[in-house]
């Protein structure tokens, strides 16, 4: 991968709407491949493409996940889950 050639992590995660421990792994391959996606997302909004619905959308998660508010939300879930991480060898040494 070019833009992140250390990264072991080449999409993302789904959430698991059941599985709420497993959202960490999920944030954390987020925020590894947050500057990838502000990039993207970029690339999107400015192309020269008329495909406006397309542009819209990620100009409004664009100016979304670069708000200070989403930011600091993100860094807090990802310290709330790994606080919690323990839980999930707990609850797979019970089955």
């Known amino acids: 991968m070019k833009v992140l050639p250390n ?5 993302l995660k789904s959430v698991c709407e059941t599985r709420w421990i497993e959202r960490h792994d999920a944030i954390l ?3 590894e491949l ?6 993207c997302l970029d690339e999107l909004v400015n192309s020269n493409e008329e495909i406006a ?8 998660l664009l100016n979304s996940m670069l708000k200070f508010e989403f930011l600091i ?4 879930l990802a310290e709330l889950f790994s606080i ?5 060898a ?4 019970k089955f």
């Open 7 to 11: 990264s072991k992590s080449f999409r």
């Open 73 to 76: 939300t993100l860094q807090v």
């Open 90 to 93: 707990t609850a797979k040494s």
């Open 34 to 39: 947050y500057d990838v996606i502000i990039n």
């Open 53 to 60: 619905l397309t542009s819209s959308k990620a100009n409004n």
């Open 29 to 31: 391959q987020f925020l």
């Open 84 to 88: 919690t991480l323990p839980l999930k």
